[in-house]
T-cell receptor, first 113, second 112 residues
Framework: GDSVTQMEGPVTLSEEAFLTINCTYT??????LFWYVQYPGEGLQLLLK?????DKGSNKGFEATYRKETTSFHLEKGSVQVSDSAVYFC????????????FGEGTQLTVNP | KAGVTQTPRYLIKTRGQQVTLSCSPI?????VSWYQQTPGQGLQFLFE???????NKGNFPGRFSGRQFSNSRSEMNVSTLELGDSALYLC???????????FGPGTRLTVL
C-alpha cells in the first residue's frame, strides 16, 4: 500500500539556519505530493504541493521538488524564523483515490531565537 | 470565504457512550473527508463523502460511521467508545478529487 516516511524528529534550529526535512514515499503510479503544517492547537494548512515529476512547489520561503527517481519530496527553507515552529507533514494523494491523503508521521520543528 | 468549521471543539465522553461530530465545509466544496490524529498512529484517513455518498473508506472498525447531507455538511459518529478513540478528529473539504484540501481546526475527543 501507499506510505510516506519522514525524517525522525524533533528538529531544533537557531533562527536563520537552513532547514531540510526529508520525505520519501511509496506509491503506485504518479501521486501528487504535499507538505502540510500544523501550528499548536490548529488544524492542518497546506504549505505547498507538486503534482508531477520535477515540479517544484514553493510558498513562504519553503520549497520542495518532486523527485520521481528517488521517490522523494524533501522540504527546504534557507533561513527559518521562530514563527516557523510547528509540525510538518508530508503527504501523498493518488489520482484514483479521490481526496484521500496518506500522511507521514510528522516532524516537530522548533526554532530558537 | 469562511473556512471549514467543526463542532464541538472539545468533547469528553466515557467508555461505551457514542458521539457525533459535525463538519461544515467551505461553501461550494462538496467533498468532505475525515481523519483521526493520535500521537501513536499519526494521521489516518477515516472516510470521504461526496454528494451524500461514501466514496472512500479507511481501515477503521464499523463503530466509525459518517454521513453527508444535501448541503454538504457532514457528521461522523463513533459508537461504543473505547479509550483508544481519544484523538483529534479533523475534517477537510475540497472539490471532489481536487488536489487542495482545507482542514478545520478539529474536534478533540477524550474518552474516560
Amino acid at each position: 500500500g501507499d506510505s510516506v516516511t519522514q525524517m525522525e524528529g524533533p528538529v531544533t534550529l537557531s533562527e536563520e539556519a537552513f532547514l531540510t526535512i526529508n520525505c520519501t514515499y511509496t506509491a503506485t503510479g504518479y501521486p501528487s505530493l504535499f507538505w502540510y503544517v500544523q501550528y499548536p492547537g490548529e488544524g492542518l494548512q497546506l504549505l505547498l504541493k507538486a503534482t508531477k515529476a520535477d515540479d517544484k512547489g514553493s510558498n513562504k520561503g519553503f520549497e520542495a521538488t518532486y523527485r520521481k527517481e528517488t521517490t522523494s519530496f524533501h522540504l527546504e527553507k534557507g533561513s527559518v524564523q521562530v514563527s516557523d515552529s510547528a509540525v510538518y507533514f508530508c503527504a501523498l494523494k493518488r489520482e484514483t483515490s479521490g481526496s484521500r491523503l496518506t500522511f507521514g508521521e510528522g516532524t516537530q520543528l522548533t526554532v530558537n531565537p | 470565504k469562511a473556512g471549514v468549521t467543526q463542532t464541538p471543539r472539545y468533547l469528553i465522553k466515557t467508555r461505551g457512550q457514542q458521539v457525533t461530530l459535525s463538519c461544515s465545509p467551505i461553501s461550494g466544496h462538496r467533498s468532505v473527508s475525515w481523519y483521526q490524529q493520535t500521537p501513536g498512529q499519526g494521521l489516518q484517513f477515516l472516510f470521504e463523502y461526496f454528494s451524500e455518498t461514501q466514496r472512500n473508506k479507511g481501515n477503521f472498525p464499523g463503530r466509525f460511521s459518517g454521513r453527508q447531507f444535501s448541503n454538504s455538511r457532514s457528521e461522523m459518529n463513533v459508537s461504543t467508545l473505547e479509550l483508544g478513540d481519544s484523538a483529534l478528529y479533523l475534517c477537510a473539504s475540497s472539490l471532489f478529487g481536487g488536489d487542495t484540501q482545507y482542514f478545520g481546526p478539529g474536534t478533540r475527543l477524550t474518552v474516560l
